[in-house]
């Protein structure tokens, strides 16, 4: 039976009759053209008019089905160098690292005619596209759920937690966590709060580029992360990420402090008023950071639980109050506001602000700067706003304080519990105040 | 009668005894403890109870009162060189630049026993404060309101791009704005708006440090400010403000493009997916963007309504859909989604957009990652949503598109008209996109 996945209808017969399999180099005439390249692989979800060719120059063109259409092949396929993953007797001298796939573009493969991209293949698949990592780690792979990362809630994060715990218990020596790159930063800091006192790294990676496409980031990404999974001195929770355009480093920012700082580009991740804990250089764990949480031997504590009734408020001119007061009336319990500057926002606010702060809810104070730290001493507003009892969060990133609060208030059985528990630095939320004005965009 | 301003009560009569005036070298001898210094004055608003010193190290420090203090005249007030204001006939040759101060950092006193800063001195005193800008310009100044920029409304702007046009028409060859750096950026988007045909340049400055720290950047960048107003080849409404730590430069940032990027440094301020357009380096305005509107003739043409009721709404996970819900049941008119990387938002948010749409909201798109631009073609969620009717808004910075959809729907008469709007590029809003990988955090 030839190989010709994810191709149906008149044109699979086409492609039969001529002889042809995915890989083969084919030439395809059709209304006097000619296209020369690679058949590809189409998604079972894929439409069935289109085949697709990958052209000599790397470019993966669809060409649309005509009855008239003629197909020969000109060569056979080149199978791709595939080496199998390693049996865990083959290679027990190397540290034991489980992968966990989320979803994402990292586990996701191109739909070539509709320029989609959709979350398919699975963990276990990226040992086969990337080889290497078998000469890393002994590598474990699992998915745990399959969902681009926007539709990623604290339930899920809860979900990650319990299974890091599962692999640590059973002997993983690092944990890779693969993830779509849009709501990773959210998901790291989620876990730097959740897994306490832990023994080993855990690395969240993601992609930026599907990795079918030339310039993917998922193989050298995937490669520092089990890299510093298996190899890398603290246990804390990072995202390892591009630091550059080039592939040589990748860097390993901290949970609670990495943000998505662009849309596309490669190195989109930054640490925010820090600077990335380490990088993965030439198959090595370089650290930056002095401080760090060391390996060790303790017992993994899960604290696992979110409450979701937490709201990020960005503050702008033309803000309407009433929005504060209908979260108080929808039952919330937080309220992280992204304010101006030094932690501002119009005396509009300071009404609903007030009956928020009676009725019980924490509301901390953030600033959509992202780079430097609240400070709420030197204007009068901010002065105004700690009588009112608004609380500021230094240099904490609006997205990192908002699953902090959700964590604090998950885990809390009063709010003078969780209130103390956001001003304390419990996973390097909150940086060293020398930093400021050297790090940022 | 001598000059102790601010100082009232005991502390008064002691320093009316001691025969000292405001500005004097004095010894203070308090418990044992000797201090000297220059007499400070205090503000109005200052509490009745301490002497401010400014020792020789250029520091000021606060003395509590005590009944058993001693102060000794130990010199004169050294006054300070005073430039008063040229008076028009005397510099005729000089471009005529309008300065209008709407209140902010730039234009206030610190109070040195509170730490606080008070929006207090009037734009006039700049010109005694900064005498250099005498020699650049024929400087005029008005003050408009004296308002922390938390409190700036649309109502504000209107004001604003109405007293720049008074100002255009009675013949200022450039204009100057003095603004809170906290929504400078909102403000400066919205006269980029506002400012149809326009002849001549409109410059917004602020400054992080007051007038009276010895790191303010007060002067420096009211200098460059005044410099782009008179001698600027281009009529766009821009942001000046320090480029690096130093003092040798002012970038000028297209009003649309930049964002406050930093709660304190004084290089706070970023044109983001852009360069800055120009800077003013030893005096001189040197062109960075080469493609910008010129200094013309024309009719300036004022467009200064906006609709206030536009929502700038940050997506996080745990983001509550039904808040979409409350903002159509409020009356709004139109929604900027801060979404997550290319433009995505949680599935569980399609109900209510789909509803605010058909309700006649205008719903844009644009990412919290800030750098880079939305592409809602890549995954199947972003096309989900252009299907709904969400509107994709390219590279425009979040607060840039708020302020835009409030113009639009201010100075349309149809959704379709607004949406229109929305899609054209009116003030470099929208930018090339070569320049998406290079220019980043």
Partial sequence: MPNLQGYRGPLRELLERSGVDVGDLIRV????????????????????WHLVLKLRSGYNI?????????????????????????????????????????????????????????????????????????????????????????????????????????????????????????????????LSFALRNLPVPVIFVGSQRSSDRPSSDAATNLIGAVTAAAYAPFAEVVVAMHETTSDTSIALHRGTKVRKCHTSSRYAFRSVNARPIARVVKGRVEMIAEDYRPRGDGELELQDRFDERVALIKFHPGFNPSLIEWLVDEGYRGIILEGT???????????????AVKEGLIVGMTSQCL???????????????????????????????????????????????????????????????????????
């Fill in 62 to 190: 669809g060409v649309a089905y005509e009855p008239s259409m003629r197909v020969t092949r000109l060569g056979a396929a080149v199978k791709p160098e595939f080496r199998p993953p390693p049996l865990p007797e083959q290679r027990s001298g190397l540290p034991k690292v489980s992968i966990i796939s989320t979803g994402g573009t990292i586990a996701s493969r191109v739909d070539y005619i509709t320029g989609g991209v959709h979350a398919a293949i699975s963990s276990r698949d990226l040992l086969s596209i990337v080889p290497e990592l078998a000469d890393i780690a002994l590598v474990e792979a699992d998915i745990l759920y399959s969902l681009f990362s926007e539709n990623i809630e604290a339930q899920h994060w809860s979900g990650m937690a319990r299974k890091v715990a599962e692999k640590i218990k059973s002997g993983a020596e690092g944990v890779v966590i693969t993830h779509g790159t849009d709501t990773m930063g959210y998901s790291a800091a989620a």
């Fill in 341 to 355: 500057g030094l932690g501002h926002v119009s005396s509009k606010c300071y009404g609903p602000l007030r009956r």
């Fill in 371 to 441: 780079w430097g730290r609240v400070n709420m001493n030197v204007y009068t507003t901010g002065r105004e706003l700690q009588q009112i009892g608004v609380e500021p969060l230094g240099d904490m990133l609006p997205e990192t304080a908002l699953v902090k609060l959700m964590w604090a208030l998950g885990v809390s059985s009063s709010r003078e519990e969780a209130l103390e528990l956001m001003r304390r630095n419990i996973a390097g939320e909150y940086s060293d105040r020398t930093l400021y004005e050297e790090v940022r965009p």
């Fill in 29 to 48: 005439e059709k209304g006097g053209r000619i296209y020369e390249g690679y058949l590809m692989p189409r998604l079972e979800t894929a439409d069935e």
